[in-house]
């Protein structure tokens, strides 16, 4: 089973957008394995957003990940990468297909609601940057044979 990790950013918090969110990733068969609200730092946001410190939205995306509270999950299933990125749809949420959670509920591009775990490799480093490793359970829901599969 892979894992991922996803921010449910502050808009999400302020829009009082979580529960529904939540529940787009757990009908999708994906399982939590973390979850937490934090107040980022302005450290953590710096080194979890460190890929675009040279770009000229930085401080606008440390500003926007630092203004309220960040629901952390960690997410468990089969392709968990594919399967929460296909549920957030297109950065954009203009340019994302309805029924895509920033499709339906985005109204900028910074202020896109979630974000997902680009690959495996990523998953791990955010995972490790956002939770503890005794943050983090082990367990299967009873139907993990079906979305297993």
């Known amino acids: 089973m892979e894992r991922t990790l996803v921010l449910l950013k502050p808009d999400a918090s302020h829009r009082r957008l979580v529960g529904e969110l939540i529940g787009r990733f757990e009908r999708k068969g994906l399982t939590v394995v973390g979850l937490k609200q934090v107040l980022a730092s302005k450290e953590l946001a710096e080194k979890h957003y460190e890929a675009h410190a040279a770009r000229p939205f930085y401080p606008s995306l440390i500003s926007f990940l ?13 392709e ?8 957030m749809g297109a950065t954009d949420g203009i340019k994302s297909p309805p029924g895509t959670i920033r ?3 985005a109204i900028s591009i910074q202020n896109n609601l979630v974000h997902g775990s680009d690959s495996v490799d ?20 009873t139907d993990t044979a079906w979305v297993a599969g």
Do not use: H
């Not at 968990?80 to 549920?87: E, I, K, N, P, S």
């Open 66 to 78: 630092t203004s309220g509270p960040t629901v952390a999950l960690v997410l468990e299933g089969r």
């Open 80 to 87: 968990a990468v594919a399967a929460v990125r296909g549920l």
């Open 103 to 105: 499709g339906d509920y």
């Open 122 to 141: 990523n998953a791990k480093v955010e995972i490790a940057l956002w939770f503890k490793a005794e943050e983090l359970t082990a367990w299967q829901t």
